[in-house]
C-alpha cells in the first residue's frame, strides 16, 4: 500500500464527481463551489470542486517527489505504477466524454510531471550510492 501513487487520489476524486455524483456529463461539476470566503478587500472567494482537486494533485506530488528519493525494491514499483497511473490518465483523456476537460488535462500533466520527476530524483540518488574503487 504504500508504493501505491498518492496521485491516485485526485484521479478518483475527479471520476467519482464525474461518474457518480453528477451522473450528467453535461453539467460542469468543476465549477460547483465548495465554499467561499468573503475578504477583507469585500470580493468573496470561493473555492471551486475542479480547484480543489488540482490544488490537491499539486500538494500530493510534492509528497511522490520525496518519496523518489527513497532507494530500494519498493521504488521500482512505484515507479512502474506511476507509469500505470500516466497510463490511465492518457487512455481516459482519449476515450471518456467526461475527461476530456482542462481540469482533466492538469491532472494529466501532473502525474507526468510526477512520473518525469520521479525518475529523475530516483537515478540522481541511485548514482550517489555508486561507489568506484580503482
Known amino acids: 500500500m504504500r508504493y501505491v501513487p498518492l496521485l491516485l487520489i485526485p484521479f478518483l476524486l475527479y471520476n467519482a464527481f464525474a461518474f457518480l455524483i453528477f451522473e450528467d456529463y453535461q453539467t460542469d461539476f468543476r465549477e460547483a463551489v465548495m465554499f467561499h470566503v468573503p475578504l477583507v478587500s469585500g470580493v468573496t472567494f470561493a473555492l471551486t470542486v475542479g480547484a480543489t482537486?488540482?490544488?490537491m494533485a499539486v500538494l500530493?506530488?510534492?509528497v511522490e517527489i520525496?518519496?523518489?528519493t527513497r532507494i530500494g525494491r519498493g521504488s521500482i514499483a512505484d515507479h512502474v505504477l506511476a507509469v500505470v497511473l500516466f497510463v490511465a490518465f492518457l487512455v481516459e483523456f482519449l476515450l471518456i466524454p467526461?475527461?476530456?476537460?482542462?481540469?482533466f488535462v492538469v491532472l494529466m500533466a501532473i502525474a507526468l510531471l510526477d512520473l518525469v520527476?520521479?525518475?529523475a530524483v530516483s537515478l540522481k540518488s541511485a548514482s550517489r550510492d555508486v561507489n568506484f574503487d580503482a
Open 53 to 55: 482537486i488540482i490544488l
Open 60 to 62: 500530493l506530488v510534492g
Open 66 to 68: 520525496v518519496k523518489a
Open 98 to 103: 467526461q475527461a476530456a476537460t482542462s481540469t
Open 117 to 119: 520527476c520521479g525518475f
